[in-house]
């Protein structure tokens, strides 16, 4: 870089004094003009901006995504002089590491040690292992040697900063043919074939042969299984034990069947023989088939996970007096509100309604979903929890004028949600509770309405219904939804549960933005309304992700028949799954039992969020909601 570029952009830190700020708006559209260019480190369309932002909250962000996406260009100088002027940026710590890897991958050992901060992210750490190996540190050799094996010893793929480490390793004769070993098994367990794969070469034929023997079982287990002649050893045990269970997540009979046969030929100890029973009995139950509850009532040493769907397989089949019996089973595990309302649901169903009174009545208080459908049991008002916040303006103000405060502003308006996260942390730090509540205050002003709820929640402020359930983007949401005949409240209760209103929520899965759809389902919706995403990021978009979502919202509620839960659970799990979880056609079941007989927890719990969410959301928007057993209504008789 050029000392002329480098003076410019150790400028930009720098307020530019003498002229006048122009209005917010005008600055906030031309940020997100000059974030986009420094974010692709062009610097020719960055540099007109730089004047007219000088003075705005986020110039410093402009130098440090300039810097970040032009690490490999930048003179060591030009970066450490950013990470010393902006140190009270939560992002100058990420620039930072980026720079250290960067430092790394060039073999500047000398540089990366002066400003290594014992960080534990594999990639640093594993820098830090080569970095002191490749010095003349005597001290720490031998426990850097040590990190180092650790390292190696992992099941997944290393960081490429692994590489000058592990080398060292190599080099020094310090991998034994026992510790291949382990890393290979390890590998083997995680499946993470391809990592076992390329470690195959450096094994002894025996241990090649068993690890062979493993990866070709992992290919096809089916077959391998079926004409299993392996040795009757502990590796090859374990081997074929992952087999069972690799059959079973999809076939549980077809395993059920290898593994009667796999046991005639092998003695599998006795708690791998428990643990397969409990583990085929458990597969029975999530895949819904008859056998489960006589498999379940065999397992010997029974969990907790076995005696809830002990419960379960018992409320399917609407066997009252098992119900009873099962929740009983379950100890102190069974006084949770979930198993009180369904113990209370078979005592009315035998007869036992006084009994069956009294712990609805206990039950009734709140609105989640157990306390919701227990005052419907009894036919009594709910009594929503509902406490007025206390603003206190003066406090407001001085906080909305913290500097880290001013730049989550900004980065909310701008949608970079992540890094007005850092900034709001940085901010909250050392306020007192009821000061947060104050700033939580602010978020609902900036429309961040996900940061309120969280911070309500972890400051212990009031129980405001109008901040802990907004009624956030009605401008948008409410005439789309009037068109396609879509409560407005259901899709509120879905939106919270998926993002709490977080429009830059990214799911572990990939699911994205306020209604936290999948890109494969959003390019689809998108094709199906004539629009087009460009980018999967468009779904971070408030008023994208709330159209498309919607619009998929209506297709899942059409296609079950307009069954609030059924559409609900296949937003979570997906049409198929939810259509293979129905009852037989013709076959009555009440739609609360079909709720708590969903296999996966995830989704047995998202259904009820969503439509307790639902009642709440209703009573804002009207003042009187509809009851959540009218909500759950009954089940379609026939498929969708």
Known sequence: MSHLVAGLMLAMCCTIPGKAAPDLAAQRAAFKQAWAAAQHGDLAKLTPYLESLSGYPLYPYLRFAYLDATLAEQPDDVVQAFLKQQWALPVADDLRQDWLLAVARRGDWKTFLANYRDEDTPPLRCAAASAHLAGDDAADHDNWVTVALQLWLSAGPTPDTCTAAFAYLEQHQLVSVDMRLRRVTLALRARQYALAKTLLPALDDASRSWAQAWLDMAADPRRVLAHDASPDTAPYQEMLIAGVRQVARRDPARARHLWHSLQQRHHFAHDDEDDMQRLLALQYAWHLMPDARRLLAAVERPDFEVLGWRVRCALRAQDWPAVLRDIDALGRAGRADTWQYWKARALAATGKDAAARDIYQSLAVGN?????????????????????????????????????????????????????????????????????????????????????????????????????????????????????????????????????????????????????????????????LGLTLDEDRDLLDPHTSLTLGSHYMSRLLERFHGSEPLATAAYNAGATRVTEWLPPAGDAMPADVWVDSIPYDETRAYVRRVLAQAVVFDWRLDGKPARLTARLGTLPTTGP
């Not at 989640?368 to 206390?390: H, I, K, N, T, V």
Request: proline share 6%.
């Open 368 to 528: 989640d979903y157990y306390a919701l459908l227990a005052a419907d049991r009894l036919q009594q008002a709910y009594a929503f929890p509902q406490q007025a916040s206390m603003p206190a303006p003066q406090v407001m103000q001085q906080l909305a004028l913290r500097p880290a405060f001013l730049r989550a502003r900004e980065l909310v308006h701008a949608g970079l949600y992540d890094y007005a996260q850092q900034e709001w942390q940085t901010g909250v730090k050392d306020l007192s509770d009821p000061a947060q509540c104050q700033a939580a205050l602010l978020a609902s002003e900036w429309g961040w309405y996900g940061r309120t709820i969280q911070t309500f929640a972890n400051a212990g402020c009031w129980q405001d219904a109008t901040f802990n359930y907004p009624l956030g983007y009605r401008d948008t949401l409410l005439p789309a939804l009037h068109k396609l005949h879509v409560d407005p409240a259901w899709v509120y209760g879905l939106i919270r549960a998926e993002s709490l209103f977080f429009p830059g929520a990214v799911s572990g899965a990939g699911a994205m933005g306020l209604m936290q759809l999948m890109p494969s389902t959003g390019r689809d919706v998108a094709q199906r």
